[in-house]
């Protein structure tokens, strides 16, 4: 059992598989505010520390703040089926967010970001339509706290640069 282990281990590594982090140098302390989306920004927390961010608890504590407002989720009728029965559904879930450096300059204005997904709604199960519809919010959730991070790693990134120009001259 070992053996196989071990042999499933290599065969990962070899494979290039790795959990997915973000390069967040430069980001050491982000505070995150913003009580309207509490589920993403629990989401984000937990994305960000996984990456070695250390959370602040107050405004000077922290390199950024990132502002989150407006979590909004939607479901709309996409098609419809020859019985004018709904056959698919649209679920969309859009967040406002910006973010400051810790002397309160914007790092970028605040912007909403939008992910969707169609799904098939099944009239013979019900209950499992409306476990898919949960797991689909859940997915596009995530989607938009990687879309985020990747944004902070964007602006630790120009700062850097900027920093490293200010260092040369």
Do not use: H, K
């Not at 169609?118 to 859940?138: A, F, Q």
């Not at 990747?150 to 120009?165: I, K, M, N």
């Amino acid at each position: 059992m070992a053996a196989l282990a071990m042999a499933a281990g290599l065969l990962l590594a070899a494979c290039g598989f790795q959990l997915r982090t973000w390069d967040l140098a430069g980001l050491e302390r982000v505070q995150i505010v913003g009580a309207d989306a509490p589920v993403l920004r629990r989401e984000l927390t937990r994305a960000l520390t996984q990456s070695g961010v250390v959370l602040a608890d107050a405004r000077g504590d922290a390199d950024v703040v990132v502002q989150l407002s407006g979590e909004r989720e939607s479901r709309r009728t996409a098609s419809v089926s020859g019985g004018a029965r709904v056959a698919e559904y649209e679920m969309s879930l859009a967040v406002s967010f910006g973010a400051q450096d810790a002397q309160g300059e914007e790092l970028f204005p605040t912007r909403t970001l939008r992910a969707e997904r169609t799904y098939r709604l099944d009239l013979d199960n019900l209950i499992g339509s409306r476990e898919e519809e949960t797991l689909i919010v859940r997915e596009l959730r995530a989607d938009l706290v990687q879309r985020i991070v990747r944004s902070l790693g964007r602006a630790a990134e120009r700062a850097r640069g900027v920093d490293e120009s200010d260092a040369g001259a």
